[in-house]
């Protein structure tokens, strides 16, 4: 089967700017999630989706995040305005009962 | 609130030795399912080995086992005949629900000598 794609893999922009990220999860998994992991540290749970109803957002900085899973497949999480603090690898990740699959992820640098 | 800690931020181990990653974690539930995650420089999460909490028998996969110690809250990960391809970030994780977060320790950075 396909795994779960992420793109970009590698993006750089200036503090304040806007950035947007993109999943497509494995077909037929219903549960999506995006982790920020920041270097050193383990992956942290920024929102889960149910198909495309938010499960879990209490880790998301709301002021600035944002994220959206349209008809329940492919998922973008966004950034406005972007912060220093905001450089991690951004993991997305589908899931079933078994465990889940993760991307490659998208490592974003401000600068 | 539930928390995985791994106590050991890098560890070395001869080719061909065996090693054990230590992690404990802290939950009030009783149903739950524990993972341990490899994750080369490449940074793909590569799921390693998974234990459901109401089995008492420890997963095994091939050359990876675990300690799985409910009591205790202990869920060590063994290595066997260690290969150069093992050298990642290995993390510990918790999950209480079958749909649920996963909660990720912070990780061990294992090194494989030649």
């Known amino acids: 089967e396909a795994g779960v794609a992420q793109s970009p893999r590698y993006k750089i922009i200036e503090k304040r700017q806007s950035v947007a990220f993109w999943c497509n999860p494995i077909?037929?998994?219903?549960?999506l999630y995006w982790y920020q992991q920041i270097l050193g540290q383990g992956p942290k749970l920024l929102i889960q989706f149910q198909n495309n109803g938010v499960v879990d957002d209490s880790q998301l900085p709301k002021d600035r995040f944002s994220a959206e899973r349209l008809k329940g497949v492919d998922s973008t999480l966004k950034i406005q305005p972007a912060k220093l603090e905001d450089s991690a690898v951004y993991l997305c990740a589908s899931g079933t009962s078994y465990g889940y699959t993760f991307g490659s992820g998208t490592r974003l640098t401000v600068v | 609130a539930q928390t995985v800690t791994q106590s050991q931020p890098e560890m070395s181990v001869q080719e061909a030795e065996t090693v054990t990653l230590s992690c404990t974690y802290d939950t009030s539930e009783s149903d739950y399912y524990l993972f341990w995650y490899k994750q080369p420089p490449s940074r793909q999460m590569i799921l390693v080995i998974r234990q459901e909490a109401y089995k008492q028998q420890n997963a095994t996969e091939n050359r990876f086992s675990v300690n799985f110690q409910k009591a205790a809250k202990s869920f060590s990960l063994k290595i066997s005949d260690s290969q150069l391809g093992d050298a990642a970030m290995y993390f510990c994780a918790y999950r209480m629900g079958r749909d649920d977060k996963i909660i990720f320790g912070k990780g061990t950075r294992l090194h494989i000598l030649p």
């Open positions: 077909s037929g998994h219903a549960t």
